[in-house]
């Protein structure tokens, strides 16, 4: 089973879409175990947290360019 981790910004409905997929069956051998937002109060974290998904919020706005932004993603993933 492949652990899916999804990247969010906002409302989630492309989340919910894939919440949808797993749950209906359509996403086979894997499953949506973390969402990580740039943005503190997206929904989309609303919307994980409904369906048991843990989440992980860490700020664009806090690092000073995409490099390091990116490697806090990768930090966070491994």
Do not use: W
């Not at 492309?14 to 919440?19: E, K, R, S, V």
């Not at 609303?46 to 700020?59: D, S």
């Not at 995409?66 to 491994?78: E, F, G, P, Q």
Request: hydrophobic letters at 40%; a positive charge; glycine letters at 10%.
């Amino acid at each position: 089973m492949k652990n899916i981790v999804v990247l969010v910004s906002g409302g989630g409905t492309n989340l919910q879409a894939l919440i949808d997929a797993q749950e209906s069956g359509i996403i086979k051998n894997g499953r949506i175990t973390c969402v990580i937002s740039s943005k503190e109060g997206a929904f989309a974290l609303e919307r994980a947290k409904k369906h048991g998904i843990g989440t992980r919020v860490i700020p664009r706005k806090d690092y000073s360019d995409s490099v390091t932004y990116s490697k806090a993603i990768l930090t966070a993933l491994n």
